[in-house]
C-alpha cells in the first residue's frame, strides 16, 4: 500500500473555498491525487450549478464557473432530469488540445441534494439504486445517451466519467456499460454506495469481520453453483464479470461511511481469500450479491448483476479523522490534497 500525501494540512478555508479550488496552484495531470482533486472538483461544479439554478443566481452572481474553468474546461452541456428539470450532470470539454492524462471530455454526475426542489426525484432514485433498478430511471437513460454520443464524437480523444454517491452509482453503471461493448472510460467514483450490510464500519475486531465474510463467501459460492449450474457452461468470454475485469474504475472511500465502506472489506477479503489459499472459491461469491441469488433461487431473477460488483479497481482509503456521517460522505473531502490516505490496485484474476 502507498501512504499518501504529505505536508501541513491547510485551513479548512483555503481548501474549501467557494470561489473554486484555490488550493492546487498548478496541475500535475500525471498525479493521480491531483487527477482525483480535478475530478472532484467537476463533480462539484454540478452541485453547485443546481444550487445556482435553485436560488436564481446569474451571471456574476453565479458561483458555478471557476470549479471547470480553474482547469480550463468550458460547460458544453448541462444535463436536465425531465421529471424535476433540475442540474444532474454535465459534460465539460477541455479548451485546448488534449494530451496524455487530459480528458477531452469530462461527464460527471452530482449526488443526492435534500432541498426541496431536487428532494423527491433525488431520494426516489436513491431507492432505485438500492433496488438494483437505477438502469430504468429516465435520469439514467438521458445519461447514456449522452455517454454514448460524446465517446461517438470523440474520435479516439479521451473521456471521464466522474460521480458523487448517488451520481458515482451513475457513473459505475455506465462506466460497467461502456466497458461490456469495448471502451474502458477512466472512471472517477467518490463515495460510491456498495449496496450490501456494512461489515466494515459495523464491527470492530477483524476475526469477527473475517468469519462473516468467509461464512458469507461459501453461501454464496453454494447458492451459486446451485443456481446458476447452466451458467458454467458459457465460455469465459461471454460471462460480464471476466469482460469488466480489463476496466479499472477509481474508487475513493472513507471508513467511517456506511454507505460505501464496504469496498474496503469487498477487496482486501478477496485478498486474504486467495492468501488462505480458497481464492477460487471466492472468485464464484465475489461476482454475486446474496440478494441476486436468492431471487435466483425464488426464480424472482432479474437477469441484472449487482451495481456494486466490480472485479477490478484502484482503490483509495481516506484514513483521516471525520466527526461525523455527513464529513465522512461528504465530497469536500476529495478536492483536499492533503489528507492520510491508503491506495491499492485490485485486479481480478481471469485464470
Not at 67 to 96: P, R, T
Not at 104 to 115: E, L, P
Not at 314 to 335: E, M, S, V
Request: aromatic share 12%.
Amino acid at each position: 500500500m502507498k501512504k499518501g500525501t504529505e505536508g501541513v494540512m491547510p485551513s479548512e478555508r483555503e481548501v474549501f473555498s467557494l470561489s473554486g479550488p484555490v488550493h492546487l496552484t498548478a496541475v500535475d495531470w500525471n498525479n493521480i491525487h491531483q487527477r482525483r482533486s480535478i475530478a472532484a472538483s467537476l463533480v462539484q461544479g454540478v452541485y453547485i450549478l443546481e444550487r445556482d439554478r435553485q436560488q436564481n443566481r446569474h451571471g456574476s452572481q453565479a458561483l458555478a464557473l471557476p470549479w471547470w474553468d480553474y482547469f480550463h474546461f468550458q460547460l458544453n452541456h448541462m444535463l436536465i432530469d425531465d421529471d424535476d428539470l433540475s442540474i444532474f450532470g454535465a459534460i465539460y470539454e477541455y479548451k485546448y488540445p488534449s494530451a496524455p492524462n487530459i480528458p477531452q471530455y469530462v461527464i460527471a454526475f452530482r449526488g443526492t441534494i435534500t432541498k426541496s426542489d431536487t428532494r423527491l426525484q433525488d431520494l426516489k432514485l436513491d431507492l432505485q439504486c438500492v433496488r438494483n433498478n437505477l438502469h430504468q430511471s429516465s435520469r439514467f437513460q438521458l445519461a447514456m445517451h449522452y455517454i454514448h454520443n460524446i465517446v461517438a464524437s470523440s474520435k479516439g480523444a479521451s473521456v471521464w466519467l466522474a460521480g458523487h454517491s448517488l451520481g458515482s452509482a451513475m457513473a459505475l453503471l455506465a462506466g460497467k456499460n461502456m466497458a461490456k461493448i469495448g471502451y474502458f472510460l477512466e472512471t472517477y467514483l467518490l463515495n460510491p454506495p456498495f449496496l450490501s450490510i456494512p461489515i466494515e464500519g459495523g464491527f470492530k475486531d477483524e476475526r469477527v469481520k473475517l468469519g462473516i465474510r468467509f461464512a458469507s463467501s461459501v453461501v454464496k459460492a453454494g447458492l451459486s453453483l446451485t443456481v446458476n449450474d447452466r451458467q458454467h457452461h458459457k465460455a469465459q468470454s461471454h460471462d460480464p464479470f471476466v469482460v469488466l475485469s480489463a476496466w479499472v474504475p477509481y474508487l475513493f472511500v472513507n471508513p467511517a461511511d456506511p454507505i460505501c465502506s464496504e469496498y474496503i472489506g469487498y477487496f482486501e477479503h478477496r485478498k486474504k481469500m486467495e492468501e488462505m489459499g480458497v481464492g477460487k472459491l471466492e472468485k464464484v461469491a465475489t461476482r454475486n450479491s446474496m440478494r441476486n441469488l436468492l431471487s435466483s433461487a425464488l426464480r424472482m431473477d432479474s437477469g441484472l448483476e449487482a451495481l456494486h460488483l466490480l472485479p477490478s479497481a484502484y482503490l483509495t482509503i481516506n484514513r483521516g479523522q471525520f466527526p461525523d456521517f455527513k464529513c465522512a460522505h461528504g465530497i469536500h473531502q476529495w478536492w483536499n490534497p492533503y489528507f492520510p490516505c491508503q491506495s491499492m490496485l485490485y485486479k481480478y484474476n481471469t485464470a
